[in-house]
């Protein structure tokens, strides 16, 4: 009898196997998702890689500190487990490690997870940094979605509108970037939503469970997030120019430059022969939920 002999490689998150070859790992590839299975190792992922408020000691007063060390105990108390924060916790995870592993936002991104303290109080899972070629960094704040058919997405808009009206964007209390070893309070940061389908995120999922890197790095699914990332960019960028008035004109400029750098990445994605997805419940969802910002 032949004796399967594969070496173990040991990281920081888990163990990792290397296969001999293509027809050697497909031996112990699954082709079913073990829905539990993936949510225990996105929840490692992303527990792993969340920003720790500890890290901000000296930065704000210990008081400060403290109660929203409590606010995010209180906040965590009141979410009961559910199927859609199952999935969007692997979609979160996947987003995370695959927006910079496979350059789903360009070769000059890291993608930040945030503290439970901007996720609960802000509403942003996470920070793509993205390195100019000459200007230095800037930043994108996501949120994550994933739909059950609800109509509950205007809930994740309805704040960002209301941040533009009073003149703002997103913000990011508790921000810290290894390579800059930058800690700080972001303020004005362009924040969007983005998700996928149940069923297309099933796929995804499989693919990561089965660290299947190549495809994952080809996966239209980077294409579809990208669109709905261009598509609120433009509404937010003209609607903060429409609502002058109001004190937010000076938000356009900042939009409308993040809006160009997807759009260019977008393209060069394209050029690569990367094909976007026809049609997902969440795209469209999002492009619904954008009509109050073009009804002025």
Not at 101 to 106: E, I, K, P, Q, V
Not at 183 to 210: S, Y
Request: proline content about 3%.
């Amino acid at each position: 009898t032949n004796t399967l002999v594969f070496f173990i490689l040991k990281d920081m998150s888990e163990k990792h196997p290397i296969y001999r070859n293509p027809e050697h790992a497909k031996m112990f590839e699954s082709s079913y998702l073990h829905l539990d299975e993936a949510h225990e190792r996105a929840k490692k992922v992303l527990t792993e890689n969340e920003i720790k408020l500890e890290r901000f000691t000296g930065l704000y007063d210990e008081n400060i500190l403290a109660r929203d060390i409590a606010e995010v105990k209180r906040l965590e108390e009141l979410f009961e487990p559910s199927p859609s924060k199952t999935y969007a916790d692997i979609f979160e995870a996947i987003v995370c490690e695959h927006g910079e592993l496979s350059d789903w936002f360009g070769s000059g991104c890291e993608v930040i997870k945030t503290s439970p303290f901007d996720d609960y109080v802000n509403g942003i899972d996470m920070v793509a940094e993205i390195k100019g070629e000459h200007q230095g960094f800037s930043h994108l704040a996501l949120g994550i979605d994933v739909t059950f058919g609800s109509k509950d997405l205007h809930k994740k808009f309805d704040p960002i509108r209301a941040r533009i009206d009073k003149g703002h964007l997103g913000e990011v209390k508790y921000f810290y970037s290894d390579r800059q070893h930058y800690r700080a309070h972001l303020e004005k940061v362009p924040q969007v939503i983005v998700g996928v389908e149940i069923e297309r995120l099933k796929d995804l999922a499989l693919l990561w469970m089965n660290r299947k890197n190549k495809e994952l790095s080809r996966h239209p699914a980077q294409i579809t997030i990208l669109e709905e990332v261009a598509l609120q960019l433009e509404a937010f960028t003209n609607y903060a120019k429409k609502n002058g008035e109001r004190g937010s004109e000076s938000l356009a400029p900042i939009l409308e430059r993040e809006l160009w750098k997807i759009r260019e990445l977008l393209e060069e994605k394209k050029k690569m022969g990367i094909v976007g997805v026809r049609k997902d419940k969440v795209f469209e969802e999002i492009r619904k939920n954008l009509r109050p910002f073009m009804s002025i």
